[in-house]
């Protein structure tokens, strides 16, 4: 790996990471098109990378939030149980049944469009607070698995969709933003190990850009710790905006790229 490409990787979790801590995602949901496109790494070995990249940057965060007192609690737990077992299974089926390019841009295609709509929908028409319904225990820990076979699949640990999904459902982002990271650290571990453990059974690139994934992960490491100390500071409102809009536009690069 050339310096540059290192430095590139540095510059782009850090950025990625101030603006998507203080609502309990990694950045790895943007980083990995920014691996693919722009970094080249290969299919489907980005996966791992962008695993690795969350189980170095995971800490920054989750330190801070940990100093403030708010690091733990029941949903950690529910959100660990779910998705552990989802990214290994994720994982699997990455390798052996989803190894194609163009298969997984649709994949992320169709994770990020809707998830970007419906956050821009959650924030610009938000429902009544009367009608906003927290999902119950086994609710929470059904979709913790979803999503994270979904995460085990696009590299994103899990914790990166359930963040806007919990809050857009009424849980508050106080709650939810330590607990997701949490979910996430910990789910990527769990996935970057099945990866490795399956690239010796395997062919093909399936191990991560280890060096690629430290420069990412270093700068996500700072910038996510700089993101969950701004938290109490930056508008929510214009953060969910944001993240709506960059998920929208990388769900609609890559339908583009498939249409062609």
């Known amino acids: 790996m050339e310096w540059s490409t290192g430095l590139l990787g540095f510059a782009a979790g850090l950025l990625i990471s101030v603006t998507t801590a203080p609502v309990g995602v990694s950045g790895a949901v943007f980083l990995l098109p920014v691996q693919v496109s722009v970094l080249g790494v290969p299919s489907p070995a980005v996966t791992p990378t962008n695993l690795l990249y969350n189980v170095v940057a995971g800490p920054g965060a989750l330190l801070r939030y940990w100093r403030a007192g708010r690091l733990g609690g029941p949903l950690t737990r529910l959100l660990i149980a779910g998705t552990v077992p989802g990214v290994i299974v994720g994982a699997v089926t990455r390798v052996f049944a989803v190894p194609g390019p163009r298969i997984f841009r649709l994949l992320i295609a169709a994770l990020l469009l809707p998830l970007g709509l419906w956050l821009w929908l959650r924030t610009i028409r938000p429902a009544p607070p009367g009608t906003r319904d927290e999902p119950s225990p086994r609710a929470t820990t059904t979709l913790a698995l979803a999503v994270g076979m979904a995460g085990g699949i696009y590299g994103i640990g899990g914790g990166s969709l359930l963040g806007p999904i919990l809050v857009g459902r009424g849980a508050p982002v106080a709650t939810v933003a330590p607990a997701a990271l949490a979910s996430t650290f910990v789910t990527s571990v769990v996935g970057a190990a099945t990866y490795a453990l399956l ?15 430290l420069s990412c992960g270093a700068g996500g490491l700072l910038g996510g710790y700089l993101g969950a100390r701004l938290q109490p500071h930056l508008p929510e409102t214009a953060l969910r905006l944001l993240l709506g809009t960059l998920a929208t536009g990388i769900g609609a690069l890559y339908a583009v790229q498939i249409l062609r």
Do not use: C, E, F
């Open 199 to 213: 690239s010796l059974a395997a062919t093909g690139d399936i191990a991560p850009d280890w060096l690629l994934g």
